[in-house]
Every structure is written in C-alpha cells, then in structure tokens.
C-alpha cells in the first residue's frame, strides 16, 4: 500500500508539496478549510471586477519555471506572462513620481539623474545583489535547516561573509548612496515582507537583484492563474483536495501522527505536513505535550506587517497610476516604526495601490477600473469597522490628492479585509498576512523548525517556516518538507 500523506492547507507551500509527493507514488490527500486553493492567494469577483485576494507581485520568475521544470512542464502550459514596463511608479509627492524601467540600462540611468555617480554604484550594488541571489536561492534557501552544521560545509562557509548576514540592509544601501529617494526605492521590499532596513540583515538585497534585474510579471488573469496551474498538476500527479475540509485535531500513537480528524471525517495519515498556519496547528491540533514551542516562544517572535486591504471597483479610467503604484509621500520612517517599534494604527501611512485592469482586461468591466489598496500595519491590533472606514477615507483622499482627480464619487464597490479576516479564514497569528520579518535571529536555522522534535512524522512548510514570506519562498518550502519524507 502506496505511504498515505496527509497535507493541511492548499496554499502555494501545501500545493508545492502535493505535486511532489503525488509524483512519487504517495496517496496525497489535501485538506483545505477554505472552498479553493491558494490560501492568501485565492481570489474573487464581484459586479464585474475581479480581484487577487493577496500577492500580487510576480518576482523570481525562476522559481516558478524551475518548480513546473521538475515535472516537465512550462509556465506557458498554464498561463500567459507579461513583463510590465515599468515595472511599478513611486510617487513622493504630487507630480512627484519615478518609474522603474523593465531594462536595467534605463534603471542605471534613472539612479545617475537622481544622484551622480549612482549608475555606477547600483552596477556594483546589482552584481553583489545577483551572488547573493544565486547562493542565496541555489544554496541556503534550499536547506531544511534543522541545525547550523547543514551550513558548515566548505563551499557555503566560504560565502557568509559575502552574504552579509551580519550587516544592516539599511547600512549596506548607505555604503552605495545618499539620496534618500534612491533608499526608498531599494528599501521598500523589505518593509511589505518583513522588517526595516535596521533590523534586516543585508543578504536580502537579493530581492533588489530580484526586482530590478529579473522584472516584474504579470500571469495574464491574475495571480491566481498561478494557484490554478500548480493545483491542476498536483491533481495531474495524482493529489486528492478536499475543500470545505477543516482540520481539528491530532489522533497520536506512539509518537507518530496516526490520523487527522476533521469536521468531514477522520484521515490517516503516515506523514503529515502542516501548510496552513504553522502557530495555530501546532497550538491548536497538536496535544500540549507534543509542541515545541509554547504560547511564549511566539509571542515573543517579530512578524512581517499584516495588512489592511480595500478591494474597489471604479466605474471609470483611472489616471496617474500604474499596474504596481507606492505612494511614499509621507514619512516613510515614523510608518516603519508604528509597525515594528511602537506597533499602533499607522497616522500616516505608506500605500501600495495594484490597477491589474491597467494591464488585464477581464480584471473589470470595459471603461472601469480595479484597485486593491494595501497598507501595511502592525500585527495584533484591534479590527474595527469603525477603524476601517477612517483608513478608507485616507486612502480616498490621499488617492484623489496625489492623482488631482475626483475618485470617491466613482466608487461602485468595496470590501475591506484586515486582521480579522485574516485569523477567520487562515487562522493566521495575530492576524498576520507575510509571516515572520527576516531579521537575522529569525533566519534558516533560527526559525520554527521544519520537522518536529516530538512527532516523528510531522513536518511544516510555508511562511511561518523556512525559507520566509513570499510567494517563491512558500513554494521552496513545500518542495523542502516534500524531500524531508523522500529522504525517508
């Protein structure tokens, strides 16, 4: 009889690890709370417009070609990709803006006219940023990271220094420039995914190589036709979903997970990966004795930002935005630190404002527009209606403000989805949409294990796990937990 594995959550993680298992001969079985794939990635329409509930940045495009390579496939089996161009438009003011280019050479450029000499230094910044890339990718990110010895070996030692783990993000950008613009532009993917540039270790200016090397894409439909494509191929290699399928509890025996009971019946199990929210299964399905880690350990772990999201339909064009706008024309410091610092209810926040209707078609009716307007905020506030409405009126102003156009009058829908949702339909820890920040004492081997100590079939993967937040990250992480009981 084939080995029965028994994955809980179908977001990109538990998706990456269906496919690979299912390929193996393994009896998959998925069980998902929610009634379709993609956890924070689902997606859903609403008088025309349709909306990617969560991620909406397609950055390391090789990841995801490498994750349909393994099994014979393209991305362009599934899905259309587009290269935006330009990749996204940062206001800091009123006609006050830059655009990023698609072709690094005009990105050169942009940095020397804003500050000279800077083209050459964001040559040298970007050439650091590819060898952090590539190790960081090919090498640490790949470890399941079940002690500091995994990295001991020679050919990875000899690259830690160059990976500048011990070096602020924020101090390494300092090295190669002065304006404050051009710290903004390379320091913004860090505070959407997980820290400020003084608590975040300099490795991850591989994202900046990410994002201004390999470009930003689009799948044309959305997002989600990333979460429809990998979910397709696990069924393809022989995965079973079960949607609408909670998950309750851990029967134990003898130290091993022997069945997960959930609200629709009992399923056995001889592993079991837990893809859904690391904190809540394991405080919550796994009996106290067996845990890891108590309430304590996590309460006292530093999480990326959660988000309050409006979701808005227009019933006309919208001008001066693009696909991807940031608007970081108020004090980009005092946000960051009512995050992370002083965690309250942002006084003036940072936005990020996503048209995929400027680019997809079907994202809204002809001659209307779609907008998801993120702010990132602390973790663990209080979700009020009330709190909500105050937030929408700042983004309406600030919109109408920063575009000189009316735009509250042409409001024809709107959702908001903040901490509540997020704890409701993920069971997410203090409400959170990334997962843990990357600061250094939260990095591979410093993070909530992969498998666990007590339960010997049990093992985890996504965001609150290695390798981090993110979209590519969450989908190395399935592929981890699936070559952990491979190895077996």
Not at 17 to 41: I, Q, W
Not at 172 to 196: M, S
Not at 405 to 427: C, L, M, P
Request: charged share 25%; no cysteine; proline share 5%.
């Amino acid at each position: 009889m084939n080995k029965r594995v028994v994955i809980i959550g179908a977001g990109f993680s538990g998706l990456s690890a269906a496919a690979f298992l299912a390929r193996e001969g393994f009896e998959v079985s998925v069980l998902e709370k929610n009634s379709t794939p993609g956890g924070r990635a689902r997606k859903f329409s609403a008088k025309g417009f349709t909306f990617d509930m969560g991620p909406s940045w397609y950055w390391m495009p090789d990841v995801m070609d490498n994750f349909f390579a393994a099994f014979g496939r393209k991305t362009s089996d599934y899905f259309g990709l587009q290269r935006l161009d330009p990749s996204y438009r940062v206001y800091f003011g009123k006609d006050d803006f830059v655009e990023i280019p698609s072709n690094p050479d005009e990105t050169i450029a942009l940095f020397e006219s804003i500050e000279k000499g800077a083209g050459t230094k964001l040559e040298q910044f970007l050439k650091e940023a590819e060898k952090k890339y590539v190790i960081g990718i090919n090498e640490f990110a790949t470890k399941p990271s079940h002690s500091i010895m995994e990295f001991m070996e020679w050919r990875l030692v000899k690259h830690l220094f160059a990976m500048h783990l011990f070096r602020s993000f924020h101090s390494h950008v300092a090295r190669y420039f002065k304006n404050p613009r051009l710290h903004r532009l390379l320091e913004f993917p860090i505070l959407f995914l997980g820290g400020t540039g003084e608590t975040t270790p300099a490795l991850y200016s591989l994202m900046n190589y990410g994002d201004l090397k390999l470009g930003t894409w689009y799948p044309m439909g959305g997002m989600y036709e990333l979460v429809d494509a990998m979910h397709k191929l696990a069924i393809e290699m022989g995965a079973v979903f079960h949607f609408e399928t909670e998950a309750k509890e851990f029967e134990i025996n003898h130290g091993e997970v022997k069945a997960v009971i959930t609200d629709k019946g009992r399923f056995e199990a001889d592993y079991v990966i837990g893809a859904g929210d690391y904190h809540f299964i394991e405080q919550n399905l796994v009996p106290e004795k067996y845990r890891m880690y108590t309430e304590s350990y996590w309460k006292k772990r530093v999480m990326s930002p959660g988000s309050l999201i409006f979701y808005i339909g227009l019933d006309k064009r919208l001008e001066g935005f693009r696909h991807h706008t940031l608007l970081f024309d108020t004090n980009f410091d005092t946000h960051a630190a009512e995050i992370y610092k002083n965690p309250r209810w942002p006084s003036d926040p940072a936005l990020y404002v996503s048209v995929t209707s400027k680019t997809d078609p079907s994202a809204a009716p002809e001659g209307q527009e779609n907008l998801m307007v993120l702010i990132p905020v602390a973790t663990g506030l209080d979700d009020t209606e009330e709190m909500r409405e105050h937030y929408f009126d700042v983004v309406m102003n600030r919109l109408e403000n920063i575009s000189g156009q009316g735009i509250r009058e042409h409001v024809v829908y709107k959702r908001s989805y903040a901490h509540n949702d997020f704890i409701s339909d993920y069971h997410a820890f203090k409400g959170n949409a990334y997962g843990l920040a990357n600061t250094l004492m939260q990095t591979a081997f410093l993070k909530p294990r992969l498998k666990s100590r007590k339960l010997k079939n049990l093992y985890f993967s996504g965001q609150l796990t290695v390798p981090g937040p993110g979209v590519p990250p969450a989908i190395m992480s399935g592929k981890i937990a699936a070559e952990e009981i491979l190895k077996l």
